[in-house]
């Protein structure tokens, strides 16, 4: 039964309650494996808050930046249950972008990991109005932090915060994959609202893989917020070279994903049974992603019917949802029934979603509180009667999500017609060689870049590449429209410039007309 927890707070109380001993998070350390239960996860959570408190006790806007682990996740975790308001940012963020973002933020505090703190300093030069920078130093500063404001220590009472469901508690920078980035308003009610849904819960004795970013909320809300709420164990990956020694070491039964990634694994798993002929196709995948490993959930970008398709025949179920950030993130969650495999997941039940002309509208307790500081881009944002535009086009069918293409990326050709580049990228979702490609129009005409997977290519011994790519892009012109086909394509040596979460930055393909039609 849904529970009614309004806060990030509730749902860790809920957790610890609920799960108590359970095991919560594993993660490397020294090279073994380390465990922390839910209650302790709680602990830890309580004694940051306390921590942040005892240097502050008014509500702040709080910079945290740092690379994935255990303390990464108790400490931005604490920081919102402290009741302040948590911005966080990639580890490689530049000082220019920084001083720029902090100053749009009203920044006043940055926690970061000892790497950062060089460029910290440079950032306090030119941005004056950081009243305090703290190390986050190794784990041995964190145990001293969990020790010394925990709940038996004269700190205690600092944690008796009373927060407000619907203040701001994240603001998360959109990626900026055409346009300028802004600041999406999450509240404690938005976070807490789209994690505790019941439409999809995993399965007790579930252990997740986390290999996703922690700073954007599509990993935290999903491989933090609702673990906690489901009481399934995640495993942290770190660095994503970690990715395969991490699948055989910790056995998971999943992982939430981007479909690059699944793809990637589905080509290592391919080699793994062409070198390994005598297996079969599971025992394969499972030299690749251990014994338990079934389900992927993905999520930022499509993941296409021949992926679903072929992961499967591996023992691997691969389903989608849909979402963004200003939806705390999701929209629809994964479905994983064979009836609508293929759809962009199943609504969560959390939200009003409607379609109108096309795009997808979404009204309810997920979606932001609004852009910071741009109320006339937060204006833009939403319809007359409240609905985010979300800038997808698609349809909904027996609850699913479908969609198109996004508006903003509509390739207008002088007859009138208006193409979704997506919809022609889709057709090449099947073929192993084409491991990126992107459309957009040119002169008139629909041109196409593409970067093969030159693993695969080496694999199969493809000698002539562009002959190999020539033959593919004629097949799926022969079952396109006329006006959808691909006259010119062109072939790269290097892949696309993504965002963390993996999507291709389109500004440079004719998309950056604006964000704001």
Same mark, same amino acid.
């Given at each position: ?21 359970? !095991? ?80 749009? *933020? !009203? &920044? ?11 460029? *910290? %300093? ?60 802004? +600041? ?63 699948? #055989? *070491? ?6 939430? &994903? ?25 025992? *394969? ?13 993905? +999520? ?22 849909? +979402? ?33 002309? +096309?795009?997808?509208?979404? %009204? ?28 997808? #086009?698609?349809?909904? %069918? ?32 099947? =073929? ?20 093969? =997977? ?14 190999? &790519? ?12 006329? =006006? ?19 999507? &291709? ?13």
């Amino acid at each position: 039964m849904k529970q009614t927890l309004l806060t990030v707070r509730d749902i860790v109380n809920f957790a610890a309650e609920k799960y108590s001993d359970n !095991d919560f998070c594993k993660y490397f350390r020294d090279d073994k494996i380390c465990v922390k239960s839910f209650k302790e996860f709680r602990e830890d959570c309580l004694a940051v808050s306390r921590y942040v408190k005892s240097i502050q006790s008014e509500k702040m806007h709080i910079a945290f930046i740092g690379n994935t682990n255990y303390e990464y996740v108790a400490c931005l975790t604490g920081m919102i249950c402290s009741g302040n308001v948590v911005v966080p940012f990639a580890p490689d963020i530049s000082v220019e972008e920084a001083c720029k973002l902090f100053d749009d *933020a !009203d &920044i006043e505090m940055l926690f970061c990991e000892e790497s950062f703190i060089d460029r *910290a %300093k440079e950032i306090q030069n030119n941005y004056k109005r950081i009243r305090q920078v703290v190390s986050l130093g190794d784990w041995h500063w964190f145990k001293n932090i969990f020790d010394t404001y925990s709940s038996d220590s004269e700190y205690a009472h600092l944690s008796d915060v009373e927060i407000n469901p619907d203040d701001c508690a994240l603001i998360i920078y959109t990626s900026g994959t055409t346009g300028e980035r802004k +600041g999406v308003m999450l509240s404690n009610k938005n976070l807490a609202s789209n994690s505790c849904y019941d439409t999809y819960i995993s399965n007790p004795g579930e252990t997740s893989l986390s290999i996703l970013p922690m700073h954007h909320v599509f990993c935290y809300a999903c491989d933090v917020l609702k673990v906690l709420y489901d009481g399934i164990t995640v495993c942290l990956n770190g660095p994503l070279v970690n990715l395969y020694k991490n699948l #055989l *070491a910790f056995q998971p039964t999943s992982t939430r &994903i981007v479909p690059l990634l699944c793809k990637s694994i589905l080509t290592k798993i391919k080699i793994a049974e062409r070198k390994n002929s005598d297996l079969s196709p599971r025992d *394969a995948a499972e030299l690749v992603v251990g014994k338990n490993f079934t389900k992927m959930l993905a +999520g930022s970008a499509f993941l296409s019917g021949a992926l679903i398709d072929e992961l499967a025949k591996y023992g691997i179920i691969a389903r989608q949802g849909y +979402g963004m950030s200003e939806c705390s993130p999701r929209i629809t969650t994964a479905d994983f029934s064979e009836d609508n495999k293929y759809s962009n997941g199943v609504l969560t039940g959390v939200d009003d979603v409607r379609v109108l002309d +096309g795009e997808i509208q979404v %009204k309810g307790p997920s979606v932001m509180l609004g852009y910071y500081k741009k109320p006339e881009r937060t204006a833009e944002a939403f319809t007359e009667d409240g609905y985010l535009h979300t800038g997808d #086009l698609g349809y909904i %069918k027996n609850g699913h999500i479908y969609l198109v293409g996004r508006k903003k990326n509509l390739i207008i050709l002088s007859n009138g017609e208006n193409v979704s580049p997506e919809e022609i990228e889709n057709k090449f979702a099947d =073929d192993g060689i084409i491991k990126e490609i992107v459309c957009y129009g040119e002169k008139d005409r629909i041109v196409a870049e593409i970067f093969p =997977d030159y693993q695969l290519v080496e694999a199969w011994k493809i000698e002539n590449v562009h002959e190999e &790519i020539e033959t593919i892009v004629n097949r799926v012109n022969s079952i396109l429209n006329t =006006d959808r086909q691909i006259s010119v394509f062109k072939i790269r040596e290097t892949p696309f410039e993504r965002t963390t979460t993996g999507k &291709i930055k389109r500004a440079q393909f004719n998309f950056a007309e604006d964000e704001a039609k």
